[in-house]
């Protein structure tokens, strides 16, 4: 048994505009209403949601049955986090908080066996469906996606080096923390955080390290990609579900006499 081509780890090389979605709801049942929808790829978060290991692993499952690829943001960089969803057979990993060239070669690391990394090896993980996979230690540090999220005005001064760090898939904008960071806590779309962004965003862009981010406007999400971006989140799972309700019971209320 061969390992299994990572599309998105290729569609990022090939500069292939990639669409998302953000996963936060922490439900495999929810993921199975999503996953067919037939995303690029999708975020499963662990920093900013109830996610735990077996969780996440539901999802897995799910979105292993889709041409959807499964991107994981684990809570930090932390090489034990790493090594354990890796095992789990996580295809690509979204490093929160990256500040510095150290830190991107940190998380890069984790995602290595020595000595090209600290991986610690374990043979019989789902990863390799359980020993079956022959090529797996041949193959798997090519295939998987390895992206730093940049979340400060600090971090964005550093964006070549870090984008440039040997091992690194790509550059993901986190507007929100970005927006924070500058003081407009709250407006993630605010002009004055993209026009810290936009500019980073298109250097990287002329040296050819693909550049991501997520924006809840679709319309914005499209402009971006158009633009040179590679991958673009166009939405939240929980957003979406918010909103559907919202203006069910809205329409609702609206036609009662």
């Excluded at 914005?220 to 019971?249: E, I, R, S």
Aim: proline residues 4%; negative net charge.
């Amino acid at each position: 048994m061969k390992l299994k081509k990572n599309c998105f780890t290729q569609a990022l090389m090939d500069k292939d505009k990639q669409i998302g979605l953000w996963i936060s709801l922490a439900s495999n049942v929810a993921a199975e209403v999503t996953a067919p929808s037939g995303y690029d790829w999708a975020l499963i978060d662990m920093e900013h949601s109830p996610n735990d290991y077996f969780s996440v692993l539901g999802q897995l499952q799910t979105f292993a049955n889709t041409d959807t690829t499964a991107i994981l943001r684990p809570e930090r960089n932390d090489p034990v986090i790493v090594k354990r969803l890796l095992d789990m057979g996580v295809e690509g990993l979204l490093f929160p908080m990256i500040q510095s060239v150290e830190e991107a070669q940190k998380a890069v690391a984790a995602t290595r066996y020595p000595p090209h990394g600290t991986r610690g090896f374990s043979g019989g993980t789902r990863a390799t469906k359980f020993g079956r996979v022959t090529d797996y230690l041949a193959r798997v540090e090519e295939e998987t996606t390895v992206i730093l999220q940049l979340e400060t005005a600090a971090a964005i001064a550093q964006a070549v080096k870090i984008g440039i760090t040997d091992g690194v898939s790509g550059i993901f904008f986190g507007p929100a923390d970005i927006a924070a960071d500058i003081g407009l806590l709250g407006q993630p779309l605010h002009e004055d955080v993209w026009a810290l962004i936009k500019p980073a965003a298109q250097t990287l862009i002329d040296k050819g390290v693909p550049v991501g981010t997520l924006v809840n406007d679709t319309a914005f999400a499209a402009q971006l990609l158009n633009d040179g971006f590679t991958f673009v989140a166009c939405a939240t799972d929980t957003m979406l579900l918010a909103k559907a309700c919202d203006a069910a019971l809205a329409g609702v209320r609206a036609g009662i006499g």
